[in-house]
């Protein structure tokens, strides 16, 4: 198995630019999510989806948009790039969450996407 | 709402000391715990987790207990290597099943 693979590995854009990050996992999970790590700030969640056609917000959702219409892909679109978007961004999977109680299961990380917005 | 809340860092020992990065977090019901550790260029990986009170995780020499009565979650290891050296970043999933990471602690280890 590859993982959680993420494309590309480092991108610069200028400011106003539309980009999307890919994130593919082939391990059958239903749960996958975006988070952006920050000095200091630890990894934010953005977006994430419990399974294909399902999605939902996490802590920090504007300027960005997901959709999951696959069970292996959850692509990460930037419709307008801002110098705030700089960041690394880090793309997870693992099986769903149990309704109604704190999820045990572990989150498996992708390599990440370095983000540079001029 | 859920939280955690880690020691900061740049935590700097010489190999074969002992290790201890404090961790504490706020939630409502039973959450489970985990430590994730980041090494240099690299994604995140679960480096041990707890899912109720008492429960000890371990792994790679590394431990941490779930303190339900102190809601702490400190990770340990009696002697760290050089190839520790990473961010460790303590989190906890809540009700939602949500992911939520304390700002990471940068351990560096010297020769």
């Known amino acids: ?118 | 709402g859920n939280s955690v809340t880690q020691m900061e860092g740049p935590v700097t020992l010489s190999e074969e000391a002992f290790l201890t990065i404090n961790c504490t977090y706020t939630a409502t019901g039973y959450p489970s715990l985990f430590w994730y550790v980041q090494y240099p260029g690299e994604g995140l990986q679960l480096l041990l987790k707890a899912t109720k009170a008492d429960d000890k995780g371990s792994n790679k020499g590394f431990e941490a207990t779930y303190r339900k009565e102190t809601t702490s979650f400190h990770l340990e290891k009696g002697s760290v290597q050089v190839s520790d050296s990473a961010v460790y970043f303590c989190a906890l999933t809540g009700n939602t099943g949500k992911l939520i990471f304390g700002q990471g602690t940068t351990l560096q280890v010297k020769p």
């Open chain 1, 1 to 118: 198995n590859a993982g959680v693979t993420q494309t590309p590995k480092f991108q610069v854009l200028k400011t106003g630019q539309s980009m999307t990050l890919q994130c593919a996992q082939d391990m059958n999970h239903e749960y996958m999510s975006w988070y952006r790590q920050d000095p200091g700030m630890g990894l934010r969640l953005i977006h994430y989806s419990v399974g294909a056609g399902i999605t939902d917000q996490g802590e920090v959702p504007n300027g960005y948009n997901v959709s999951r219409s696959t069970t292996e892909d959850f692509p990460l679109r930037l419709l307008s790039a801002a110098p705030s978007q700089t960041s690394v961004y880090f793309c997870a999977s693992s099986y769903a969450t149990r309704s109604g109680r704190a999820s045990q299961e572990t989150q498996y990380f992708g390599p990440g996407t370095r983000l540079l917005v001029l």
